[in-house]
C-alpha cells in the first residue's frame, strides 16, 4: 500500500532521482534549495511501498498576489510507467495535497508533469478533475539532441548551415571557456542585460540566475559558457565576451537553461552552442535539452526565432502533458484571469 512520507536526506532523494533517469532538474534536490534561497517553502514528498521508493515529488508552496497554490515543477517523477500505477501515484499526491491545502490556504494545485503527452495520460488528469491551466510554468514542449553518438556524426545530422556557422566561428578564432566562479555571473549578467533589453522580453532577475547558479554549483551541476572575442576584435572593442550560456546537470542530462548573447557578425552562439553539448558528453550525459521551443497557443510567437536555432542542431521533439490545476477554491478564477491577460501580454 502506497503511503507518503517526507523524504529526508538529499542522497536517498538523488539516487532515487537518478534511477528514474534524472528526466528534468526542476525535481532535482538542487531545485528545493534554490526555490527556499528564493523565500518559497517547499516540501520534499516520497511515496513508499513496503518500505521502497516508488516516486518523489518537490512540492513548492507559492504565495503571490496573482495566487496562492501548491505547485510540482516536472513532477512527480516516478518509476511507474502503466496506466493504473500512475493513476495511483498522482491520486495519493493529490489527495495528499489537498489537505495540505485545506489545512494552509491554498487556492489550487498545479502540476507540471514531465509525463509524454499521450492519449493516456491525458485520459488521467481528466481521471483525477485537473484542468489545463491557461499558464505554462516550466517548458511543456522541449528541444533535445542524442548525445551518444560520435562528434563527426552529431555535426554530420546537423543543419547544413548551423554546421557551417561552427565551422566559420572556429575559423574566426572565436573560442569558448567554461567559468564557474563569482565574476561569471556578474560577465553573465551583463550580456544577458543586452540580450533582454534588444529582444524586448520579460528576463529572469540578476538574484534568479546567481541564485540558481549557486544552488547546482554546489554538487558541481551548473557552469557558465563564455565564447570570447577574436583577439584582433578584443582589442578594438570593449566587449569581453560575445554570449554565454548556463547549463545545468543532471546525471542523465545537461540543460541549456540561461542563454544570451551580443549582436554582432560572428557566429558565437553556434559555437558556444556546440562546445556545450561537446562539455556535457565529457561528463557523461546521454542528452542534451535545448529547453523550451515555441507552441502555439502556450508560449509567445518571440520564441520562433529561438526554436529555429535549436532545431539546427539536429534532434527530437518532447511534448510534456500541459500544466493541469486542480480547483480548491473560487478564488482560483482570480489567477485564472491574471494569468489569461499575461498571455495576452505576451502575444501567446
Known amino acids: 500500500m502506497l503511503q507518503i512520507l517526507p523524504v529526508e536526506t538529499q542522497?536517498?532523494?538523488?539516487?532515487?532521482?537518478?534511477?528514474?533517469?534524472?528526466?528534468?532538474f526542476h525535481q532535482a534536490w538542487a531545485w528545493g534549495e534554490f526555490q527556499q534561497?528564493?523565500?518559497?517553502?517547499?516540501?520534499?514528498?516520497?511515496?513508499?511501498?513496503?518500505?521502497?521508493?516508488?516516486?518523489?515529488?518537490?512540492?513548492?508552496?507559492?504565495r503571490a498576489k496573482?495566487?496562492?497554490?501548491?505547485?510540482v515543477p516536472h513532477g512527480p517523477v516516478s518509476k511507474a510507467q502503466n496506466p493504473q500505477l500512475l493513476l495511483n501515484v498522482y491520486g495519493l499526491l493529490t489527495k495528499h495535497l489537498k489537505k495540505i491545502?485545506?489545512?494552509?490556504?491554498?487556492?489550487?494545485?498545479?502540476?507540471?508533469?514531465?509525463?509524454?503527452?499521450?492519449?493516456?495520460?491525458?485520459?488521467?488528469?481528466?481521471t483525477l478533475r485537473f484542468r489545463q491551466s491557461p499558464?505554462?510554468?516550466?517548458?511543456?514542449?522541449?528541444?533535445?539532441?542524442d548525445i551518444t553518438k560520435a562528434e563527426d556524426e552529431l555535426l554530420a545530422d546537423m543543419r547544413k548551415t548551423t554546421r557551417y556557422l561552427i565551422r566559420k566561428a572556429i575559423k574566426d578564432e572565436i573560442k569558448v571557456i567554461?567559468?564557474?566562479?563569482?565574476?561569471?555571473?556578474t560577465d553573465f549578467w551583463e550580456i544577458y542585460q543586452t540580450t533582454f533589453t534588444r529582444e524586448n522580453f520579460t528576463p529572469f532577475s540578476r538574484r534568479f540566475i546567481s541564485g540558481e547558479f549557486h544552488a547546482f554549483k554546489k554538487s558541481d551541476c551548473?557552469?557558465?559558457?563564455?565564447?570570447?572575442?577574436?583577439?584582433?576584435f578584443a582589442q578594438e572593442g570593449q566587449l569581453k565576451y560575445l554570449a554565454g550560456s548556463l547549463v545545468i546537470f543532471t546525471k542523465s542530462t545537461a540543460f541549456y537553461h540561461q542563454g544570451?548573447?551580443?549582436?554582432?557578425?560572428?557566429?558565437?552562439?553556434?559555437?558556444?552552442?556546440w562546445e556545450a553539448i561537446r562539455l556535457a558528453k565529457k561528463r557523461g550525459c546521454q542528452t542534451y535539452n535545448f529547453y523550451g521551443i515555441h507552441k502555439p497557443g502556450r508560449t509567445p510567437k518571440t520564441w520562433e526565432g529561438l526554436s529555429l536555432f535549436k532545431k539546427g542542431f539536429g534532434g527530437y521533439q518532447i511534448d510534456y502533458v500541459p500544466t493541469q490545476d486542480y480547483i480548491l477554491s473560487p478564488k482560483y478564477y482570480l489567477s485564472y484571469l491574471y494569468e489569461r491577460f499575461l498571455n495576452i501580454k505576451r502575444q501567446v
Not at 542522497?11 to 534524472?22: A, I
Not at 518559497?40 to 514528498?45: D, G, H, Q, V
Not at 551548473?222 to 584582433?232: V, Y
Open 11 to 24: 542522497e536517498e532523494w538523488t539516487t532515487f532521482f537518478n534511477q528514474c533517469g534524472s528526466p528534468s
Open 37 to 62: 534561497n528564493q523565500g518559497y517553502e517547499i516540501e520534499r514528498l516520497g511515496l513508499y511501498e513496503d518500505k521502497g521508493l516508488q516516486a518523489i515529488a518537490l512540492v513548492v508552496k507559492i
Open 66 to 71: 496573482r495566487g496562492r497554490f501548491l505547485f
Open 101 to 126: 491545502a485545506h489545512a494552509e490556504g491554498f487556492w489550487f494545485i498545479r502540476l507540471a508533469p514531465s509525463l509524454p503527452a499521450t492519449p493516456e495520460h491525458l485520459a488521467l488528469f481528466q
Open 135 to 145: 499558464i505554462y510554468m516550466h517548458a511543456e514542449t522541449m528541444w533535445a539532441l
Open 178 to 185: 567554461e567559468k564557474n566562479d563569482e565574476q561569471s555571473v
Open 222 to 232: 551548473s557552469s557558465f559558457l563564455f565564447a570570447t572575442p577574436p583577439q584582433k
Open 260 to 273: 544570451a548573447s551580443i549582436h554582432t557578425k560572428f557566429s558565437a552562439p553556434y559555437l558556444l552552442q
